[in-house]
């Protein structure tokens, strides 16, 4: 009964749901990010220089930030709505520590980004320029603080760690709360997060100040904003890479499923390349029709081997390898998928036993399965489990978008140097593809950052927390036609709220700078 | 302070520009809509719905983890 209930259709419609939403979101977030970061910039130089031109510059992209951050605002709540409603027995299993950074999110950072932004974006001329700064900042902190408890509570379900799992309440318990914050993982994910954000913004700001420089309009303060954003874009997107290099180091330990999908990478073993470029497609040779070839692929020998471990012979395990069992460079030994799966299931069947035993006052046995549950606890999510490929995510599309994130991060590596150099030598009659270039990088922008967000999660599918919770365990098993239609209802709310976000930003961008010429 | 933060909503609200209303009441219905059509309406919190207590939810969701879906 319950399995004909969890069809494939509901968990589908429900990760579709999540995933629609979620991107909408995050097309919001990065801007608010990065652009209170560069604002903060703008008015420190406007403070301490007293030049009017960083006065005029703060209040034209503030205009552009309150914008995405009004339509904006709150469109996470969507998320967490269907926490409750469409996973709630993952929202009860993770309560305690998903719930505790997010509300620590919503009492603390949130508010003080709201309360802050009002002053920064009603206080100009009502406060002093001392405070009004600080509140500029405090909207910046505010913002990046946020994000940094949505992305510890999210890096925990990638990696959990710092928890006791509680047989009487179902429930994970945070057992150290400095261990959930401070996990390697967290923190990758964190400072990933907010610098490609920072990135981002940069583009931002130098798309819509190249299209005043082709326009012919407000040209000094196009070329002001461009240094700016291209030195603060240079610096975070070097901040990126490095972040992603120390993220794939924490993958390799923690998710490497994950990373032999990114490589397209069957299998595994010492001195393995990496894939700049490649075609991935199916092979029925292949063990399992979710796995796929890389074919055409252009590799740099021994990189990826490098990339993981400092080392360019090290062995790195491919999707057949991690279905087998392998021992790690590291000397870390993992079973079979097959073996994970008879543990996930002992850990279950002890589960069951040790209600039963304590419904019957059985201390011995209530005692015993206790052990028994925590000794196979690591493996419980695989007992859920079907067959061992089920552990193998959708491997083209990690695939292709980690290359196109990576891609596009190194084309704005040369955007930033060029915007640079254009803006410092003012040649703006000639080399007119920058400026197109740099319009054309700020959707790209966007698009890298939701290619990350689906290497982050389409490649840890199919666990919502990694090794202990799958997503058809997750779901709550109510009407799939009812999500169905909430979908195409936040379908219809998302779409308008980014109609009118690019509608009034078009407008704002359009108008230019309103306050006496620069 | 509080006076002086309660005057510059006051008065920011009060000489907002267009776009600025705008912006507010794209706020507004957003709002609105979202916690009262969807929160109250469409997705209500599951368990808290079905149970009143802590313990009849861990009872719920040990019989999801312990009958595999």
């Known amino acids: 009964m319950i399995a004909e209930i969890t069809s494939a259709s509901l968990v589908e419609w429900s990760r579709w749901q999540f995933a629609m939403t979620a991107i909408y979101h995050y097309m919001f977030v990065p801007l608010t990010l990065g652009l209170s970061f560069l604002l903060a910039i703008m008015e420190t130089m406007w403070v301490r220089t007293g030049k009017e031109e960083w006065l005029h510059a703060t209040k034209f992209w503030m205009k552009l930030f309150a914008v995405n951050f009004a339509i904006g605002i709150a469109t996470g709540l969507i998320l ?13 299993f993770v309560g305690d520590i998903f719930g505790a950074p997010l509300a620590i999110e919503g009492l603390f950072a949130f508010f003080l980004e709201a309360t802050f ?12 320029r001392g405070f009004h700064l600080t509140s500029t900042w405090m909207v910046f902190l505010g913002s990046n603080i946020s994000a940094l408890w949505i992305l510890v509570a999210n890096a925990w379900m990638q990696n959990p760690v710092g928890m006791e799992f509680n047989p009487e309440t179902a429930r994970n318990e945070m057992s150290d709360f400095w261990a959930v914050l401070l996990s390697p993982t967290a923190m990758n994910k964190f400072f990933h997060t907010v610098t490609s954000a920072y990135t981002l ?4 700001v130098i798309g819509v100040s190249a299209w005043f420089i082709l326009k012919k309009r407000h040209l000094e303060f196009a070329r002001k904003s461009i240094l700016l954003a291209s030195v603060f874009g240079f610096l975070s997107i070097l901040a990126t890479i490095f972040t992603g290099d120390t993220s794939a180091q924490d993958v390799t330990r923690t998710q490497p499923m994950k990373l032999a999908v990114m ?12 894939t700049i470029i490649g075609i991935s497609e199916k092979d029925p040779e292949l063990l399992s029709d979710r796995m796929r070839t890389v074919n055409y692929g252009i590799t740099i020998p021994k990189m990826l081997s490098f990339l993981g471990y400092r080392h360019g012979d090290a062995f790195v395990p491919g999707i057949e390898d991690i279905l087998e069992g392998y021992t790690s460079y590291e000397g870390k030994v993992y079973p079979s998928v097959e073996q994970r799966m008879a543990n996930g299931r002992k850990a279950i069947e002890a589960l069951k036993i040790y209600r039963q035993a304590v419904k019957e006052k059985n201390d011995n046995l209530a005692t015993e399965s206790l052990a028994l549950l925590k000794k196979n606890y690591p493996d419980f999510g695989y007992g859920y489990l079907n067959s061992p490929y089920d552990v193998i995510p959708p491997v083209s599309l990690v695939f292709y978008s980690f290359r196109i994130m990576v891609g596009l991060g190194l084309l704005f590596v040369l955007l930033f140097a060029l915007a640079w150099w254009y803006a410092r030598t003012r040649k703006f009659d000639k080399f007119r593809v920058i400026p197109y270039l740099a319009i054309v990088c700020v959707p790209l922008a966007y698009v890298a950052s939701q290619c990350g967000w689906i290497v982050a999660e389409v490649g840890r599918q199919p666990w919502v927390v990694q090794d202990l919770m799958p997503t058809n365990v997750a779901v709550t098993r109510i009407a799939s036609g009812w999500v169905v239609t909430t979908f195409w209802m936040f379908a219809v709310l998302f779409t308008l709220l980014l109609i009118a ?12 700078v309103t306050e006496p010429r620069i | 302070m509080l006076k002086r933060l309660w005057n510059i909503y006051c008065e920011g609200f009060r000489h907002l520009p267009r776009w600025g209303r705008l912006l507010l009441a794209i706020v507004l219905a957003k709002l609105l809509i979202m916690f009262v059509v969807f929160k109250l309406l469409l997705m209500p919190d599951y368990l808290n719905k ?7 939810k861990s009872e719920h969701v040990l019989n999801i983890l312990i009958n595999k879906p």
């Open chain 1, 80 to 92: 967490e709505f269907q926490f409750g409603s469409n996973w709630s027995n993952y929202s009860w």
């Open chain 1, 117 to 128: 932004f009002a002053v920064m974006f009603l206080g100009w001329k009502k406060v002093s």
């Open chain 1, 201 to 204: 913004s940069a583009c931002f």
């Open chain 1, 263 to 274: 490589e397209g990478l069957n299998k595994g073993g010492n001195g393995v390349g990496l």
């Open chain 1, 501 to 512: 976000e690019i509608g009034i930003m078009f407008a704002q961008i359009r108008k230019g």
């Open chain 2, 50 to 56: 079905q149970y009143t207590s802590d313990q009849e």
